[in-house]
């Protein structure tokens, strides 16, 4: 992977993920309420999930990739797996640009005037980043799991 964040951009990832992480429940909890405003179709995919559970994965997950900023390279196998598991529970990539808006408003609401342009632009950078690994590695997957199609069927 070519290094698409300036060093600049790494030091704004981390400095604002600092602030973030104090209030990690309450950004998931945000996130994932704006994410289902944004795409309502998108709930589907989280029927019977523990909600809880997955602000602690995406907190997680989010932590991994700010810890790796220095060897996102080397990730990208991981990212690439996660990509695919998200394939088989049902996401496209139209769901990708939803989440992507979700994580920045939630940052935006969580960081407030320490959103600025810059702190911007590097978190669209690293989700775009991060976003076109999982979505790669999501085109390796062939048919939805049975669990995508359980969930799509319980949506009809």
Same mark, same amino acid.
């Given at each position: 992977m070519r290094p698409d964040l300036s060093p600049e951009q790494k030091s !704004?990832? %981390?400095e604002t993920w600092q602030a973030v992480e104090?209030?990690?429940? +309450? *950004? /998931? !909890? $945000?996130?994932?309420? %704006?994410?289902f405003e944004i795409?309502?179709?998108i709930r589907r995919l989280f029927a019977g999930v523990d909600m /809880?559970?997955?602000g602690n994965k995406l907190i997680q997950a989010l932590e991994s990739v700010?810890?790796? !900023?220095? @060897? !996102?390279?080397? $990730? *990208?196998? +991981?990212?690439? /797996?996660l990509g695919q598991r998200h394939a088989g529970y049902g996401? +496209?990539?139209? @769901?990708?640009?939803a989440?992507?808006?979700a994580l920045l408003w939630t940052l935006e609401q969580g960081l407030g005037t320490a959103f600025t342009?810059?702190?911007?632009? /590097?978190?669209?950078t690293a989700y775009g980043l991060i976003a076109n690994i999982m979505q790669r590695g999501a085109r390796q997957v062939g048919e939805p799991t049975e669990h995508a199609h359980a969930v799509a069927r319980s949506a009809a």
């Open positions: !704004l990832l %981390r104090p209030i990690a429940d +309450t *950004a /998931a !909890l $945000l996130f994932y309420g %704006r994410l795409d309502p179709d /809880a559970g997955q700010i810890q790796g !900023l220095d @060897h !996102l390279g080397e $990730l *990208a196998p +991981t990212i690439e /797996a996401v +496209t990539d139209g @769901h990708y640009e989440v992507g808006a342009p810059p702190v911007k632009q /590097a978190w669209t």
